[in-house]
């Protein structure tokens, strides 16, 4: 029975790590395209095609 709860223990604890691994990611994603987006925004009248 001990064995059953560490495992369940782990296996929680790797899920909380790899949820917040997931959501720091994602942040700096959005961030990333959002500062990309207001750069292109910005210099819209320098492109040309």
């Known amino acids: 029975m001990e064995k059953i709860y560490k495992t369940m223990r782990y296996t929680g604890a790797g899920s909380i790590a790899a ?6 990611v994602g942040i ?3 961030v990333i ?3 990309n987006g207001t750069l292109l925004l910005k210099r819209k009248n320098e492109l040309t095609f």
């Open 19 to 24: 949820g917040i691994i997931i959501l720091v």
């Open 33 to 35: 395209s959002i500062v």
């Open 28 to 30: 700096v994603i959005g």
